[in-house]
């Protein structure tokens, strides 16, 4: 079933992590950055560091040209990099992130579109790029074909699909998060305000098969030393 962009998740789930992601855009950053209740002490926040790095300079060459499109974009952390490399468009389906996501580029001296879109929304274009940041960690294992497949049709044939994402690693989160029970975590803000979420750590094995399945080749998925997947391919 096609869906039209702007159209809100439809699963209980899904729609609260919108919510979720939408209330935490002030503090979404401070991942990232190992600020306050994600850091782990300096050995722990210097790996993460270390691994954040070798995920930039991964993205950094990956060879995008032309038209690139950046689904569930957040607070456009990775945005920059894709920007400095084609015409980019970046989509959130929660406007909050897209207001920080919108000085990132511009602070560079890069230029961007951006809107809401749900990350299930059926293309309207066939582009030379795709790009999505630990978004796949949040799509059931059952509906990662249908995603993927999505996601080769956002490609003319030969575009090139990105991917990074979360590796399991009790120090990539939260000090405060639960320890992860199942695929349907729960999550705490800064006021303990609290979200289920979907969280799926894909080993890279499932995710080629996937990706093959999904009509990539050239695939390549690898793990950085703890706490990230990276992955990228070819739609044929
Ligand atoms: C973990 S954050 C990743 C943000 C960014 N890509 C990054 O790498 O920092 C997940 C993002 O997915 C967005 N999101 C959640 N469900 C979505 C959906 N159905 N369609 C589009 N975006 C969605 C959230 O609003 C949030 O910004």
Redesign the pocket.
């Known amino acids: 079933m096609q869906k039209p962009p702007g159209t809100p998740?439809d699963d209980a789930v899904?729609s609260e992590?919108?919510r979720y992601?939408?209330a935490r855009a002030d503090e979404y950053d401070d991942w990232y950055m190992r600020r306050a209740r994600y850091s782990h002490g300096r050995a722990h926040d210097e790996a993460w560091r270390r691994d954040l790095g070798v995920a930039a300079g991964w993205l950094a060459n990956r060879p995008f040209e032309g038209r690139i499109v950046e689904?569930?974009?957040?607070?456009g952390?990775?945005s920059p990099l894709l920007a400095a490399k084609g015409q980019l468009t970046l989509?959130?389906?929660?406007p909050e992130?897209l207001v920080k996501a919108r000085l990132r580029p511009a602070a560079a001296g890069l230029k961007a579109e951006m809107g809401i879109?749900?990350?299930?929304a059926e293309p309207d274009s066939a582009v030379e790029g795709l790009f999505?940041?630990?978004?796949v960690s949040?799509i059931d294992r059952a509906r990662l074909d249908e995603w993927l497949t999505l996601a080769a049709r956002w490609l003319a044939p030969g575009g090139l699909l990105a991917l990074?994402d979360s590796c399991q690693d009790p120090e990539s989160g939260a000090r405060n998060d639960r320890p992860p029970g199942d695929d349907i975590p729960v999550r705490l803000l800064d006021d303990g305000t609290s979200f289920r979420i979907r969280k799926v750590f894909y080993e890279p094995a499932e995710l080629e098969a996937s990706l093959e399945r999904a009509g990539f080749d050239q695939i390549e998925v690898t793990k950085t030393e703890h706490f990230f997947l990276v992955a990228s391919a070819r739609r044929r």
């Open positions: 998740p899904d992590m919108v992601y939408a689904l569930a974009a957040g607070t952390w990775w989509y959130d389906a929660a992130p879109r749900d990350a299930w999505a940041g630990f978004w949040h990074i």
